[in-house]
């Protein structure tokens, strides 16, 4: 079963913009985490978020999360071509229990 | 430090052959994952372990489908009999197991399955 879903499913943007991307979850949760996957490769983890947080931040991302809406957004400011990768969303299904990913979003970034 | 590595990066086999792939998790860390991914989707669960035990199994595909962790290092996933159907790239993660800083998790670069 999918916990989480990324919308869009694809976005093409310029060098320089920004990229938001969102994810909806199903059930209550204790943190989420954001991962990113070049073409053919592993899962790089980029940020992870607790319940208790409202918005985190690391470089040029920024992550909000909403309890109450059960979503999550994931903003890459000043976005370069080397952002170009898919990106998922992953909570756990309860407490320590393994991550489960959403269908991701593809990103473009032109240059 | 060595990340997780995955033995073979591609496997090309012809269906019906049995096919095993191997996972050797950052040295540290207690739980393993594998799972699965096929073009267009994100990585789908199969099965981990914690040490040597196998806490989640009920995921596996089908009973085509096996994992071992013996020693409680690196684990092998096991595909009997392929079917076409099986081609995808399977994905080993290792983490520690923090109960209260999240479960983040390391990827290796996945094994490429084709099955002809």
């Known amino acids: 079963s999918q916990q989480g879903e990324e919308d869009p499913q694809a976005l093409s943007i310029q060098e320089g913009e920004n990229a938001t991307m969102n994810c909806s979850y199903k059930?209550?949760?204790?943190?989420l985490q954001w991962y990113r996957q070049n073409s053919g490769r592993g899962l790089v983890h980029l940020i992870l978020?607790?319940?208790?947080?409202r918005e985190k931040h690391s470089g040029r991302l920024r992550v909000t999360l909403d309890t109450s809406k059960k979503s999550s957004s994931l903003l890459i400011t000043a976005s370069r071509a080397a952002d170009t990768a898919s990106y998922f969303c992953?909570?756990?299904?309860?407490?320590?229990?393994?991550?489960?990913f959403g269908k991701g979003t593809r990103l473009s970034v032109i240059a | 430090d060595t990340g997780v590595s995955q033995d073979p990066r591609h496997k090309i086999t012809k269906r019906g052959q049995n096919v095993t792939f191997r996972c050797d998790p950052i040295?540290?860390?207690?739980?393993l994952y594998w799972y699965r991914q096929t073009l267009g989707q994100g990585p789908e669960f199969l099965t981990y372990?914690?040490?040597?035990?196998?806490?989640?199994k009920s995921r596996l595909l089908s009973d085509r489908f096996s994992a071992e962790r013996p020693k409680g290092s690196f684990s092998t996933l096991e595909i009997q009999r392929t079917e076409q159907g099986d081609s995808a790239m399977y994905l080993c993660?290792?983490?520690?197991?923090?109960?209260?800083?999240?479960?983040?998790?390391?990827f290796g670069e996945g094994s490429w399955l084709t099955v002809v």
């Open positions: 993660a290792s983490s520690t197991l923090w109960q209260n800083s999240g479960n983040t998790i390391y």
């Open positions: 059930t209550s949760i204790n943190n």
């Open positions: 978020i607790r319940s208790n947080e």
């Open positions: 992953a909570t756990p299904f309860s407490g320590n229990t393994p991550l489960v």
């Open positions: 040295s540290e860390h207690n739980r």
């Open positions: 372990f914690q040490n040597e035990a196998q806490l989640e």
